[in-house]
């Protein structure tokens, strides 16, 4: 009787953690810098700060620094927040304008129904044309041209409120293209400060660090407790790890 093959055991794969978005660890970070520079601005802290060149105006500057990086963080994501109220804005003119592009087709399709010679005329009102699925920029090429054919065409029940009707709703819907690429932008350039600062932030707040672990070593028991609110480790130098 043949050996039992028995097959290799394969370690089961850890799952894969998504990396936090950078504005939650960011925040975190700025978080751990504005305790430790309060920590910092103490009393009983200062002065051996300052011996270490960690100076008042030092730790004030990092504290309004740190602030204004929050707050470009924060901004940041009010405009994704506002991107995605667009997004459900841009739907919502979308179905309206197609609503007031359909009265003006079926008229179009009224006046040259049957006629060849008028295809080009019903091709320009986009007769046949899958609205609904094209491109934003192919279907405001052919709402584009039926504002203009309007300008010279009668179509029977197209009065002049309705033609007015439609291009209010034609530039509402390219507005919210507009706005949201603004707030994209807008977005992305505030995150990319937002880094630089942080990292300046950082290197700064670890100069602080040090400096506490100086000022208040880990081989003094009594220290323990103050060195928890720098961020340093109670019985050990500190070792930073962003360095």
């Not at 008042?56 to 901004?75: N, P, S």
């Not at 992305?188 to 937002?194: C, D, G, R, S």
Request: glycine content about 4%; some cysteine; proline content about 6%.
């Amino acid at each position: 009787m043949a050996d039992e093959v028995v097959p290799p055991i394969v370690a089961a794969k850890k799952p894969v953690r998504p990396r936090a978005a950078f504005d939650t660890l960011a925040v975190k970070q700025l978080a751990l810098t504005a305790t430790i520079a309060r920590t910092a601005q103490r009393p009983e802290c200062a002065p051996r700060l300052a011996e270490r060149e960690i100076t008042a105006a030092f730790v004030a500057q990092l504290l309004t620094d740190e602030a204004a990086c929050q707050g470009k963080i924060a901004q940041a994501s009010n405009l994704r927040s506002t991107k995605k109220d667009i997004t459900t804005t841009e739907r919502t003119a979308k179905k309206t304008l197609l609503e007031r592009t359909t009265d003006i087709q079926s008229a179009a399709s009224l006046k040259w129904s049957g006629q060849p010679a008028h295809k080009g005329d019903r091709e320009a009102y986009g007769i046949g044309k899958p609205l609904h699925s094209l491109s934003r920029p192919n279907l405001e090429t052919v709402l584009v041209g039926i504002s203009q054919r309007l300008t010279t065409d009668t179509l029977p029940g197209i009065t002049p409120a309705k033609i007015t009707a439609f291009n209010d709703a034609l530039a509402a819907w390219q507005a919210t293209d507009i706005s949201q690429s603004t707030q994209a932008t807008d977005a992305a350039q505030l995150l990319i400060e937002a880094k630089a600062e942080l990292e300046d932030i950082t290197k700064r707040r670890l100069k602080l660090q040090r400096a506490a672990d100086a000022a208040f070593p880990y081989y003094d028991e009594a220290n323990a407790a103050l060195r928890s609110e720098f961020g340093l480790p109670k019985t050990r130098p500190f070792r930073p790890t962003q360095e």
